[in-house]
């Protein structure tokens, strides 16, 4: 694979025990995680990486958060739109999720609900030279559960996706490079 194709390229990572959301990983119903490589030059700040990558969905991701919110808007899962207008004195979002932690080589992200909690850890490496996107979700009930069960193939896809999308229009630089 040529070093060129290879920064385009996502590819399935262990589950990071230095990530902040480790200490989810015990009794997830879900927990993954996948990794990038980044060009020499791209900014080391890992917010700006986050936006970039998450913050503009391919079209067909929008389409499928669209049927989403139209299947499972009336079971109590809150939908993209509403999680992406927040309230008043909402935390700060990321796209549609919510910023739970912010740190110099790592952001956390996610969103309670009454049938599921989700934390997504994206994390720079301490060598700069590759971003890893962890997700950890924990299942309240059945509802949860097979929902889950349903969308997992295509959450893979859409994080993939994002990490892949971002580095073919080129990661944002570092500031000064």
Do not use: Q
């Amino acid at each position: 694979m040529t070093n060129h194709h290879r920064l385009h390229k996502s590819r399935r990572e262990a589950l990071p025990s230095g990530a902040r959301v480790a200490g989810l990983y015990r009794g997830a119903f879900l927990a993954d995680a996948f990794a990038i490589d980044l060009p020499p030059g791209a900014t080391r700040d890992v917010m700006a990486l986050v936006r970039f990558a998450f913050e503009r969905p391919a079209p067909w991701v929008n389409a499928l958060l669209a049927l989403r919110d139209r299947l499972v808007g009336g079971f109590g899962l809150k939908t993209v739109s509403a999680l992406r207008a927040g309230t008043p004195g909402d935390a700060p979002r990321v796209g549609f999720f919510r910023i739970y932690e912010t740190h110099a080589n790592e952001v956390v992200l996610g969103e309670d609900d009454r049938h599921l909690d989700f934390r997504v850890s994206v994390m720079r490496s301490v060598a700069g030279d590759s971003l890893t996107a962890v997700t950890v979700v924990h299942c309240h009930n059945l509802f949860g559960r097979n929902y889950i069960r349903l969308i997992a193939p295509f959450h893979r896809r859409v994080v993939r996706s994002a990490l892949e999308r971002a580095a073919r229009s080129g990661w944002p630089a570092e500031v000064g490079a």
